[in-house]
């Protein structure tokens, strides 16, 4: 893109010869002079030039869209030094007037220029773009990385997973967008941060970026007027991002299921993890998760939960969670928002009974008139019964769905929800195939008629987890979460019976 390039560092004049000693990427940005350019504040300070679309097989007055010195930096002055892991690394941003090339051309005239925004959330889809250092990249070229960012905890910045990301790509952009010619684009952050927005000990391929928000764009004003950049007051971080996490987190969450928790009216999230760990994740109810509350530390009983469901089983109005354990053994935990799971919950069965075989329990409304209180189960022999009227202590009435039948066996995961929009909810199956399918209309007189969604396909076999809430403003239960097999996290919001919904990426892949 020849919109980015390299920067140089010069002690005496620049060396118009072959120069590989680049130290950090930059990107030409938009200004009424046509002549700043972005980086990070650790690359700043020094005598510089500015080379963009780099040639490393040219001479420095060869190359194809010339060579820009720096005739004065924009830094933020509370920026500590480089390499910090303080809060200050909030502020590892720059900016750099640069002078008219050799034949008294302005730099963004020459190769054109990107737009900068605020960084949207903590999770997008970005494309980095950089040059690492010549003794990390022998053919010492850009190098371009789609990825997917989040939040870095305690710091008001995020983090994306990219190899290649060596020394040198420093200031180098992240983008949101890159335009039709393929040469300029929105900017949402650049390489710098935390540890000088590189790899830290024991972190392989951790990429740090500042927030662009009000610091960056004050400091962007700066730059564009050719003002003296003034900060005489400490810097004090802006509210931190939430963060889910990442992949490799979200690889051991076990299980799935959600409800209104807390009562607010729209759903939460509850992940069991591989080490028996229970949270709680709140959503804003617009398609958001805003927090986390661990219910339970890790511990070796609930390793053995097998499959979950969350459902209004008491008829509060808060909904609650129930576990099938390893040996049969099936738990009620009656509104779980006010009371958690530090109790010892209400025996529906007792361990070493049949319920062993319920490979899968989701809740849903298939004939309750108000409350989630059905449920349905799938058998190991493939048998589905629907059970109606569940309470704590009883499973209500029974009712078989499908008598036991080799097709049904290869159902691997069950969710229900409001996906055709009617008063009963449906009940959404994903085959051992990637197939997914939805049955609408599911009583206690039967199973509905099917709607498909997903013929078999490879990419859903990779569907690990799933769940259904009702996470957005619509206010139906109907925005399906799918954690796949390398971590990563999608909603689908606002899932109809026969298609998915618009997909939005909560957890990136590991």
């Not at 118009?16 to 002549?35: E, F, I, K, L, Y």
């Not at 202590?393 to 929009?421: I, M, V, Y």
């Not at 085959?431 to 206690?444: A, H, K, Q």
């Amino acid at each position: 893109m020849k919109s980015v390039g390299v920067i140089f560092t010069y002690k005496e004049e620049p060396d118009t010869g072959r120069m590989r000693a680049h130290s950090c990427s930059a990107s030409v940005v938009d200004s009424p002079g046509g002549n700043v350019v972005l980086t990070a504040a650790h690359c700043s300070g020094t005598r510089a030039v500015f080379v963009p679309a780099y040639d490393t097989g040219s001479a420095l007055d060869k190359q194809p869209y010339g060579f820009y010195r720096v005739d004065k930096w924009f830094v933020d002055p509370r920026y500590d030094h480089p390499n910090t892991k303080d809060k200050t690394s909030d502020l590892d941003f720059a900016f750099a007037g640069l002078a008219a090339s050799a034949s008294g051309k302005k730099a963004q005239d020459v190769v054109g220029s990107n737009r900068l925004a605020r960084t949207p959330d903590p999770t997008n889809n970005v494309t980095m773009v950089g040059y690492p250092t010549a003794e990390h990249d022998h053919l010492d070229s850009a190098v371009r990385c789609p990825t997917q960012t989040w939040a870095l905890p305690g710091f008001y910045q995020i983090q994306a997973l990219c190899s290649g990301m060596y020394g040198g790509v420093s200031g180098g952009p992240w983008f949101s967008k890159i335009d039709a010619n393929g040469e300029t684009g929105e900017i949402i952050g650049n390489v710098g941060g935390y540890n000088g927005g590189g790899n830290d000990a024991n972190v392989d391929w951790l990429t740090y970026s500042p927030i662009h928000g009000e610091q960056f764009f004050r400091l962007y004003d700066d730059a564009k007027n050719n003002r003296t950049v003034n900060r005489p007051d400490p810097y004090i971080q802006p509210p931190l991002p939430y963060s889910m996490g990442g992949g490799g987190t979200w690889q051991h969450a076990k299980q799935l299921a959600s409800g209104d928790f807390n009562g607010n009216g729209h759903s939460d999230m509850i992940a069991v993890w591989s080490d028996g760990e229970v949270t709680l994740y709140s959503s804003d109810g617009n398609g958001h998760f805003t927090g986390e509350h661990q219910l339970l530390a890790a511990n070796t009983t609930w390793t053995h939960a097998e499959t979950i469901t969350a459902g209004d089983f008491t008829g509060s109005s808060q909904f609650d969670l129930m576990v099938r354990w390893s040996d049969g053994e099936v738990t009620l935990y009656g509104d779980i928002g006010s009371k958690g799971l530090h109790w010892a919950g209400t025996q529906m069965i007792k361990a070493k009974s049949i319920w062993v075989n319920a490979t899968q329990i989701t809740a849903g409304r298939f004939n309750a008139a108000q409350y989630v209180t059905d449920l349905v189960v799938r058998w190991s022999d493939g048998e589905l019964t629907l059970y109606t009227n569940v309470s704590a202590g009883t499973f209500g009435q029974e009712h078989t769905l499908k008598n036991p039948n080799r097709t049904w066996e290869d159902a691997k995961l069950l969710a229900s929800g409001e996906f055709s929009g009617n008063a009963k909810w449906d009940l959404m199956v994903q085959w051992s195939d990637g197939e997914l399918d939805n049955y609408v209309g599911t009583t206690t007189s039967g199973l509905g008629a099917e709607q498909r969604i997903k013929n078999p396909n490879s990419l859903l076999t990779h569907n690990t987890v799933m769940t259904t809430g009702n996470f957005t403003g619509n206010h139906f239960t109907d925005d399906l979460v799918i954690r796949w097999s390398d971590g990563e996290t999608t909603m689908y919001i606002d899932t109809g019976a026969s298609h998915l919904g618009t997909e939005e990426n909560l957890v990136p892949k590991a």
